[in-house]
């Protein structure tokens, strides 16, 4: 299995071997994917198929981003 940088994967979900999730790609919780995520898709069901495209021309955060923004917003929240 190979998950490329900044896709989700859903609580749940089972990943068949020799699977490549592609980058930026989601899969929804409990999904059962039983073949190759290309890139910015996003996928659920059992078995998984495409449920929409990621448009690409917005910005995409990353997870790091985010999590960054959250301490950022507990550090505030604690000094108010």
Same mark, same amino acid.
């Given at each position: 299995? @190979?998950?490329?940088? !900044?896709?989700? /994967?859903?609580?749940?979900? $089972? /990943? #068949?071997?020799? &699977? @490549? @999730?592609?980058?930026?790609? +989601? +899969?929804?919780?409990?999904? /059962?994917?039983? #073949?190759? &995520?290309?890139?910015?898709? /996003?996928?659920?069901? !059992? ?6 495209? +990621? ?6 955060? $990353?997870?790091?981003?985010?999590? !960054?923004? $959250? ?5 505030? #929240? #604690?000094?108010?």
């Amino acid at each position: 299995i @190979i998950i490329k940088e !900044n896709a989700w /994967i859903g609580e749940g979900s $089972k /990943i #068949s071997k020799g &699977v @490549i @999730i592609g980058e930026n790609s +989601i +899969i929804g919780l409990g999904s /059962i994917v039983t #073949s190759d &995520v290309p890139d910015n898709k /996003i996928y659920a069901g !059992n078995p998984a198929k495409e449920i929409k495209s +990621i448009d690409i021309d917005k910005e995409i955060r $990353k997870r790091e981003e985010l999590l !960054n923004l $959250k301490h950022k917003l507990r550090r505030w #929240s #604690s000094q108010k």
